[in-house]
């Protein structure tokens, strides 16, 4: 139990153009999801932290306008990345928690974001 | 949230116990010691958790001291497919938010 997935795995794009990239719960319902950075031999970095049905809550020095986060339902949440350039390409990972009370978050596979 | 302290790679041999530290000197009363690992370009893996007394599941065992200073993740046997960087994070989490420290790289010769 507990699986989140990601799609796409891997995506390539235009600088200017924007990309989506979902976050799926497959087996639970996802009360609060994380979205996260992670770019090549560094740690992962929390970009920021979604509720259902509310607006995201991001991270100092993460732009809300170039990175839109949706969750409008429990099992699903989408990372917009808009106008993107070289510098977003990085390694984006979803997690998703399912209790109130609970710290463990399950993690998705991750979506290599490649900005040409 | 406590800061951790991990060395950044460690070694160990096929099948032998990985025995991981993790400093979080500042840890305070309420703050739990979580270990995470991440296997190369993929996402983390929850692997264990533990307030104070010692923790173990299927997969490891967290050994966390008296004084709540230090831990070790340990690895009873390890296989090849351990080999990843394993996280310790410390966190109340009212948020549960996870800050993400460098880790220790783990890598496990056959």
């Known amino acids: 139990g507990a699986v989140v997935s990601q799609h796409p795995s891997r995506v390539i794009c235009k600088s200017g153009t924007s990309v989506k990239i979902e976050c799926r719960s497959l087996?639970?319902?996802?009360?609060?999801m994380f979205w996260y950075r992670q770019f090549p031999k560094k740690s992962l970095m929390l970009m920021a932290t979604?509720?259902?049905?509310?607006?995201?809550?991001?991270e100092q020095g993460v732009e809300k306008d170039k990175f839109l986060i949706n969750h409008a339902s429990l099992t699903l949440s989408t990372l917009t990345v808009t106008s993107a350039h070289p510098e977003d390409s990085s390694f984006y990972i979803c997690s998703a928690t399912w209790q109130a009370s609970s710290y463990e978050q399950y993690f998705g596979p991750g979506t290599r974001l490649t900005v040409t | 949230d406590a800061k951790t302290t991990q060395p950044p790679s460690m070694d160990c041999a096929e099948g032998r116990a990985a025995n991981l530290p993790c400093n979080h000197s500042t840890i305070s009363g309420n703050e739990y010691v979580y270990w995470y690992r991440q296997i190369h370009s993929q996402g983390p893996q929850y692997i264990i958790h533990?307030?104070?007394n010692n923790e173990t599941n299927e997969m490891a065992s967290l050994i966390i001291t008296e004084d709540r200073k230090s831990s070790t993740l340990i690895l009873p046997h390890a296989t090849l497919r351990d080999t990843a960087v394993y996280y310790c994070i410390v966190t109340s989490g009212s948020a549960r938010q996870l800050t993400f420290g460098s880790g220790t790289q783990l890598t496990v010769l056959p």
């Open positions: 979604s509720n259902e049905g509310s607006k995201a809550t991001y």
């Open positions: 087996d639970f319902q996802a009360t609060t």
């Open positions: 533990g307030l104070k």
